[in-house]
T-cell receptor, first 115, second 111 residues
Framework: NAGVMQNPRHLVRRRGQEARLRCSPM?????VYWYRQLPEEGLKFMVY????????ESGMPKERFSAEFPKEGPSILRIQQVVRGDSAAYFC?????????????FGEGSRLTVL | SQQGEEDPQALSIQEGENATMNCSYK?????LQWYRQNSGRGLVHLIL?????REKHSGRLRVTLDTSKKSSSLLITASRAADTASYFC???????????FGTGTRLTVIP
């Protein structure tokens, strides 16, 4: 049973380009969370999705960032017109029933570097 | 902010010693969880304690929760070099589904 799969593991973009980060949750998990981590810091909540629905996007910047979790396929975190401050590790986590009842299962992260 | 804060930020101990990390939070919670992160890797769940529990054990881990003080502690007994990692507490705020993570404690266990 594969764990949470994130790709790419490393992504380099120039300022102004778009970054797309993908996350395939564990089999049977319909809840997906995205977090951002700056070096030597904790994880900052960005967005919580269930299949085809955004449940809570309170941690996601209103501009340039978007997330989706379609009926088929992985969850996508999209960052348009990237800036240097977007450089960070982005982690996806999944759960079968939401974090209020149990643990989250994390992927290995996607490390975005903006030149 | 709903995030917790761990204390200390960094801890360095000798192998075999016990390590204690503390977490404080601000709002009413459903549960509190502890995670571990090795450098450059994703987070791994260690233990979950519910708001109506006061103490929980798992192997060499012992977690306590004091909801009146809005604080939790993680004790790792008989530490090993392989325990070297960052440890984060995460809280699920009452009525919410999200986990909010603290700032982490970087533990170094010296062989």
């Amino acid at each position: 049973n594969a764990g949470v799969m994130q790709n790419p593991r490393h992504l380099v973009r120039r300022r102004g380009q778009e970054a797309r980060l993908r996350c395939s949750p564990m089999k049977g998990h319909s809840h997906v969370y995205w977090y951002r981590q700056l070096p030597e810091e904790g994880l900052k909540f960005m967005v919580y999705l269930q299949k085809e629905n955004i449940i809570d996007e309170s941690g996601m910047p209103k501009e340039r960032f978007s997330a989706e979790f379609p009926k088929e396929g992985p969850s996508i975190l999209r960052i348009q017109q990237v800036v240097r401050g977007d450089s960070a590790a982005y982690f996806c986590a999944s759960s079968p029933s939401g974090g209020n009842t149990g643990e989250l299962f994390f992927g290995e992260g996607s490390r975005l570097t903006v030149l | 902010s709903q995030q917790g804060e761990e204390d200390p930020q960094a801890l360095s101990i000798q192998e075999g010693e016990n390590a204690t990390m503390n977490c404080s939070y601000k709002t009413s919670i459903n549960n509190l969880q502890w995670y571990r992160q090795n450098s450059g890797r994703g987070l791994v769940h260690l233990i979950l304690i519910r708001s109506n529990e006061r103490e929980k054990h798992s192997g060499r881990l012992r977690v306590t929760l004091d909801t009146s003080k809005k604080s939790s502690s993680l004790l790792i007994t008989a530490s090993r070099a392989a325990d070297t990692a960052s440890y984060f507490c995460a809280t699920v705020v009452t009525g919410a589904n999200n986990l909010f993570f603290g700032t982490g404690t970087r533990l170094t266990v010296i062989p």
